[in-house]
């Protein structure tokens, strides 16, 4: 599955959403990756506990849609996502 598909997901999670970028994140004691979700949202106001709705509304849409065993570990508000020159994603910054 490709971060592109898991993005189309999370974006239609909420109307408060502008963007979202899905990044895999290696434990530090090995493993399988973790997903976490960088998020951009319209109103910037947000408290932990919409984060942790965000986060239990992203599994559920995810694990539905794509793959049952999917989980979002962790929810990362950013103000915007940074660029390369070609408009990817600099997955670095989460």
């Given at each position: 599955?490709?971060?592109?598909?898991?993005?189309?997901?999370?974006?239609?999670?909420?109307?408060?959403?502008?963007?979202?970028?899905?990044?895999?994140?290696?434990?530090?004691?090995?493993?399988?990756?973790?997903?976490?979700?960088?998020?951009?949202?319209?109103?910037?106001?947000i408290?932990?506990?919409?984060?942790?709705?965000?986060?239990?509304?992203?599994?559920?849409?995810?694990?539905?849609?794509?793959?049952?065993?999917?989980?979002v570990?962790?929810?990362?508000?950013?103000?915007?996502?940074?660029?390369?020159?070609?408009?990817?994603?600099?997955?670095?910054?989460?």
């Amino acid at each position: 599955v490709s971060s592109v598909e898991i993005e189309r997901i999370c974006n239609g999670v909420d109307s408060n959403i502008v963007e979202t970028a899905a990044i895999g994140i290696p434990p530090s004691g090995g493993g399988p990756e973790q997903l976490a979700v960088a998020v951009v949202l319209k109103n910037s106001n947000i408290t932990p506990q919409d984060l942790q709705k965000l986060r239990m509304s992203f599994n559920s849409a995810l694990q539905k849609t794509l793959n049952p065993l999917f989980r979002v570990s962790q929810v990362v508000p950013a103000p915007s996502l940074p660029r390369t020159a070609s408009n990817k994603v600099v997955a670095s910054f989460c």
